[in-house]
């Protein structure tokens, strides 16, 4: 893989990840950019000790624009978008409306004395996987998916790096029904400033097992578990099992797991990321073949925080869809967005044997 650095007009960043060791990459950005929004602002919540990101700049981002004012698609001598290069392999860039960013600005200390502010530091990327506008993830070749992964071992390592950045999480979100704004394949990389919600509740229940079993890893045993079960396990291979979590929340909900504890990509061998692309592959057009209609999902990398309790954690994607039958979504209404206690339609032990026999 070929790795290409460069710098957008408004000062953003630009990595090519090419296939060919000859691939040139010097076109320069030949738009008329304004200067990059600044940071947001991040407030506390103290009824749930969370922190809450207002990025109000995000309003004015790009909504379903027609694939030929498409900005992910590659530059043409007639339209100029945000990769300068005619194609491309996989394409990794700054977001040009970020959630959190490097250029803060000062902000209040407090909002009440209960609500402290802290500046939106971070980083936000955009990760494209292809330059066809009309495939999707599941149409991509193993090598392809290779290169993606790659892509996302590097970023995480050097946005785990920044100062301050506590966890990176890398996530694809697929289909308007989850609220995509463009419907170019592409992903995006989040470097959190602090520990999100959902990895908080995970290793506080990591950390109760060690204490428990002697320093066991909670995940590590709860897939060896699945697999003994097989009963929710819809594939797998020498390195990685896919199975529904004998708890789902969602619908049609998978987790696809190295058998080996790993804390995040860059830690996977070249064998573990070579058998991971034909099993996603096939796990992905099981989810398409479900319904006879794309799926809408969400693909959520779950990596261990860069900074602490990274032996809590174990490397897996979560793979989750709000479709709970062809003509039906499932919507979080007052049960789940007001106490966050889910209700799921569909048992996991049906929704392995549909996607088994999908």
């Known amino acids: ?63 379903l624009p027609p694939a030929d004012q498409c900005p992910l698609c590659p530059s043409t001598a007639d339209r100029l978008s945000e990769i300068p290069a005619p194609d491309y392999a996989v394409v990794v860039f700054e977001n040009r409306f970020p959630a959190l960013s490097g250029r803060v600005v000062d902000e209040p200390d407090e909002i009440t004395p209960f609500t402290p502010v802290r500046p939106g530091r971070g980083r936000c990327e955009v990760v494209c996987f292809t ?93 060896a578990a699945e697999r003994e079960a097989g009963e929710r396990v819809v594939a797998a291979n020498e390195h990685w099992t896919a199975y529904v979590p004998a708890a789902a929340r969602w619908p049609f909900e998978v987790h696809l797991a190295p058998h080996r504890p790993v804390p995040d990509i860059p830690a996977l061998t070249d064998a573990e990321r070579d058998a991971f692309g034909p099993l996603y592959l096939d796990l992905l057009r099981r989810f398409d073949g479900l319904f006879g209609t794309p799926m809408p999902y969400i693909a959520a990398w779950h990596q261990a925080p860069v900074r602490v309790d990274r032996e809590l954690g174990h490397l897996h994607l979560q793979l989750f869809s709000i479709r709970r039958a062809a003509d ?27 996607l088994r026999a999908a």
């Open 131 to 223: 330059d066809d506008h009309h495939t999707c993830f599941a149409d991509l070749p193993p090598s392809r998916v290779r290169t993606v992964l790659d892509a996302l071992a590097d970023r995480t390592a050097v946005l785990g790096e920044l100062d301050g950045v506590e966890q990176v999480f890398c996530f694809e979100n697929r289909g308007v029904e989850i609220g995509v704004t463009l419907h170019h394949p592409h992903g995006q990389i989040y470097a959190y400033p602090f520990l999100p919600p959902r990895t908080r509740s995970l290793l506080a229940a990591a950390r109760r097992h060690a204490e428990r079993t002697g320093g066991r890893n909670l995940y590590a045993d709860v897939l």
């Open 328 to 354: 039906k979504l499932k919507y979080l209404a007052g049960s789940e967005s007001a106490m966050g206690v889910f209700i799921n339609d569909v048992a996991p032990e049906r929704a392995a044997a549909l």
């Open 1 to 63: 893989m070929k790795r290409t650095e460069m710098w957008l007009a408004d000062g953003r960043e630009l990595i090519y990840f090419d296939e060919r060791d000859d691939a040139v990459r010097d076109q320069p950005d030949r738009r008329e950019l304004p200067p990059p929004p600044p940071a947001s602002q991040l407030r506390y919540d103290p009824l749930t000790d969370e922190w809450v990101a207002l990025a109000v700049h995000r309003q004015t981002r790009t909504f």
